[in-house]
């Protein structure tokens, strides 16, 4: 299996959960005034790193090559 296809299976097996994930998050920001403010900041690093993941997701592997083990820069 390439790295291109072990992306591929990773991003389709992460999209639906986190899919969830960043959905519930955003319905409970909707009711932020009933949060206490260390709730609501738990809240919100929870959505800003879920947004990271699904950016890095659908950006695809970086393109600039990875060492591989034993290798040096």
């Not at 790295?3 to 999209?15: G, K, M, T």
């Not at 206490?36 to 600039?64: D, K």
Request: proline residues 5%.
């Amino acid at each position: 299996m390439t790295d291109a296809e072990r992306f591929a299976r990773l991003r389709h097996d992460l999209a639906n959960p986190l899919a969830a994930v960043l959905a519930e998050v955003q319905l409970l920001l909707l009711e932020a005034d009933s949060f206490s403010p260390e709730a609501l900041a738990a809240l919100r690093a929870i959505e800003e790193g879920a947004l990271r993941m699904r950016r890095l997701l659908r950006e695809g592997p970086a393109s600039e090559p990875r060492l591989e083990d034993g290798q040096s820069a």
